[in-house]
């Protein structure tokens, strides 16, 4: 079945980096973008941007660009969200979902969630 | 930047009764763009609605969305245990994105 296999749990420290992963299976990888959202604790859904996984072109969210880099290992069917400069402000579970745009915009199918701490 | 404004924040029904939700968008939005998430406590978000009204695959009927230009609604007909939950409107389209503040529709 059609399923998105995020990585596990990370701690950080202020001012260090982190990749998550996000890996798809059931579908063929590249006929649908990424999204990526992420929500911080007891807060509401954040829109972080999305990914053409067919050109390999990345959208950000305003105020995000520079610290988010997307990427993709397309033969391995997995997506990358990596943050730099890590905050506080950062912590948060993470989510990638597969992205449908084709007229209609919607994501339609979500991965569990990567949790983010970040903590000195 | 569109903004979503949800309303209420909080809503308190029992099982059996019906929910509107509102969502309202600071600018004019395309109707391809509008979607309606429900996110249950521990989970992640799960899609019910795109395009303002269409359900997504295996959404019963008692859930249906309305709404054109900006302000937009959700329905939920004979509350179930499952639907007490997270309701979450979105936009997006190739440039932006955003959602609204969200929904807690509780158990009275």
């Known amino acids: 079945q059609v399923q998105l296999v995020q990585s596990g749990s990370e701690v950080e420290k202020p001012g260090a980096s982190v990749k998550i992963s996000c890996k798809a299976s059931?579908?063929?990888?590249?006929?649908?973008?990424l999204a990526w959202v992420r929500q911080a604790p007891g807060q509401g859904l954040e829109w972080l941007g999305w990914?053409?996984?067919?050109?390999?072109?990345?959208t950000y969210a305003q105020g995000f660009t520079g610290r988010l880099v997307f990427s993709l290992e397309t033969s391995l069917t997995t997506a990358y969200l990596q943050i730099s400069s890590l905050k506080a402000e950062d912590t948060a579970t993470y989510y990638c979902?597969?992205?449908?745009?084709?007229?209609?915009?919607?994501?339609?199918?979500w991965g569990k969630g990567t949790t983010v701490t970040v903590s000195s | 930047e569109i903004v979503l404004t949800q309303s209420p924040g909080t809503l308190s029904l029992s099982p059996g009764e019906r929910a509107t939700l509102s969502c309202r968008a600071s600018?004019?939005?395309?109707?391809?763009?509008l979607g309606w998430y429900r996110q249950n406590a521990g989970q992640a978000p799960s899609l019910l609605i795109y395009?303002?009204?269409r359900r997504a695959t295996g959404i019963p009927d008692r859930f249906s969305g309305s709404g054109s230009g900006t302000d937009f609604t959700l329905t939920i007909n004979r509350l179930e245990p499952e639907d007490f939950a997270v309701y979450y409107c979105h936009h997006s389209d190739d440039s932006v994105g955003t959602f609204g503040q969200g929904t807690k529709l509780e158990i009275k």
């Open positions: 990914i053409n996984t067919n050109t390999g072109n990345p």
């Open positions: 600018q004019s939005v395309s109707s391809s763009y």
């Open positions: 059931g579908y063929t990888f590249t006929t649908f973008a």
């Open positions: 395009g303002v009204s």
């Open positions: 979902a597969r992205y449908f745009t084709y007229y209609y915009y919607y994501m339609d199918v």
